[in-house]
């Protein structure tokens, strides 16, 4: 599984093209902004895209949906408490195929209510979930610091501490992370009970 990392627009957003390279088929994850980049990753590398999955509703994670779909003619997937437009709807547990290759969906609200990471092949995509050294906001409608406690806490915490962190933002020291680096260094992952990390959360 080929990662395909480009950071788009002024809010230093990551873009994501994942390839299997055994088939050339591969996905999009949360295109944003400068699509001629992704158009350019796509034709070079002569991929076809199955499917646009998006982290998450924020619009600069969704943006460039509807042009990808109509240069890929590939179906958009998010997850069932998205009230954005799309085409399948996936929910925890659920796996994202495309040719030899798969991504577990795991719902992670916090962020949004319709937060998904997807994890595979020793990485894991985590949206707005977790970044490099911090986490998403939870002050947007439908966030919640109680949801993602329980996101961190109840199913990023458990892991496999290898996996390689591909976050939505480019907002860290790094542009990947692992999780277990994550565990150590990210304040936010430090082990605390709920009711601190409310008040951390302000």
């Not at 990471?117 to 906001?137: A, E």
């Not at 002050?139 to 390689?164: C, I, M, Q, T």
Request: glycine share 8%; net charge negative; aromatic share 8%.
């Amino acid at each position: 599984m080929k990662v395909h990392q480009i950071q788009v627009g002024n809010m230093q957003n990551f873009s994501y093209i994942i390839e299997d390279e055994d088939t050339s088929e591969s996905i999009i994850i949360d295109p944003s902004w400068d699509l001629i980049e992704l158009e350019m990753i796509i034709k070079e590398n002569n991929l076809k895209i199955k499917y646009i999955v998006n982290t998450h509703h924020h619009f600069d994670h969704t943006l460039g949906n509807e042009a990808m779909v109509e240069s890929t003619k590939a179906p958009i997937i998010q997850h069932e408490n998205s009230e954005l437009k799309h085409d399948i709807t996936v929910k925890d547990g659920n796996f994202i195929e495309f040719g030899n290759s798969k991504l577990k969906v795991l719902h992670t609200p916090g962020h949004s209510q319709d937060s998904i990471c997807l994890i595979g092949d020793g990485k894991i995509f985590s949206g707005d979930t977790l970044f490099v050294g911090n986490c998403g906001r939870i002050d947007l409608p439908g966030g919640s610091a109680k949801d993602l406690y329980h996101s961190l806490f109840d199913v990023l915490h458990n892991l496999d501490e290898n996996l390689v962190l591909y976050s939505g933002h480019n907002y860290g020291s790094s542009e990947t992370s692992t999780l277990g680096y994550e565990k150590i260094t990210n304040h936010v992952m430090q082990k605390r009970t709920e009711q601190q990390f409310l008040d951390m959360m302000g």
